[in-house]
């Protein structure tokens, strides 16, 4: 049973540039979540999929964040015309759905992506 | 208001001695879930414990207990035993059953095990 793998695992780009990263949950998981982890804080939530659909967005995603899961399978997270403050680790999580002798709920994440912009 | 309270940025510990870290939460919620999470220098964050709201028992994984005091709203992590290992930064989360399940974290505290 492999875990929740993220790619790249280091990006680096310029102002202006667009981004996109990969999220391949645990297989059997349909729950899938993105956060945000900046210098000295914890992650904050991005936005979450049940299958194939988006069902919450934080007012962290701005217009320029754009997130997809095509088949309930993996997901991507693409930034548009990146900005300084884009820079963070962008860390990838999935989870069972809740109930249906499922009690607990863990979310599972991955190793993250780091985004440089610069 | 922060949900989620960590008020020791960092804490340092003999190896093979045990060290709380400290974690109150608020929530209107009646079901909620607590969790924490260790992040080494790498990245990768690693589930460590879970305790459900109506959990009578505190939860223990190995070297891992969960001290939940419900009515002070507190849920502090036990690690018994120290290993060089544990070096690495302890997130407290909270998953309020109202909330798609979301994660809501604290700041973290950063935990130096001394050998």
């Known amino acids: 049973d492999t875990g929740v793998s993220q790619d790249p695992r280091h990006k680096i780009t310029k102002r202006g540039q667009n981004v996109t990263f990969r999220c391949d949950p645990i297989?059997?998981?349909?729950?899938l979540y993105w956060y945000r982890q900046t210098l000295g804080q914890g992650p904050e939530f991005l936005t979450y999929?049940?299958?194939?659909?988006?069902?919450?967005k934080s007012r962290l995603l701005s217009d320029r964040f754009s997130a997809e899961r095509p088949k309930g399978s993996f997901s991507t997270l693409e930034i548009q015309r990146t900005e300084q403050g884009d820079s963070a680790m962008y860390l990838c999580a999935s989870s069972l759905r809740y109930g249906q002798g499922v009690t607990k709920n863990i979310q599972y994440f991955g190793a993250g992506t780091r985004l440089s912009v610069l | 208001a922060q949900k989620i309270t960590q008020t020791q940025p960092g804490m340092f510990v003999q190896e093979k001695e045990a060290v709380t870290l400290d974690c109150t939460y608020d929530?209107?919620?009646?079901?909620?879930?607590l969790f924490w999470y260790k992040q080494p220098s790498s990245g990768e964050m690693i589930f460590l414990i879970y305790?459900?709201?109506?959990?009578?028992q505190n939860a223990t994984e190995g070297r891992y207990s969960l001290n939940f005091q419900k009515a002070r709203k507190s849920a502090n992590l036990v690690i018994s035993a120290s290993q060089l290992g544990d070096s690495a930064m302890y997130f407290c989360?909270?998953?309020?059953?109202?909330?798609?399940?979301?994660?809501?974290f604290g700041k973290g505290t950063l935990l130096t095990v001394n050998p």
């Open positions: 929530t209107s919620d009646q079901s909620y879930g």
């Open positions: 989360a909270m998953r309020e059953d109202g909330s798609n399940y979301k994660l809501t």
């Open positions: 297989s059997e998981h349909n729950r």
């Open positions: 305790q459900g709201s109506y959990d009578e």
């Open positions: 999929f049940q299958n194939e659909a988006q069902l919450e």
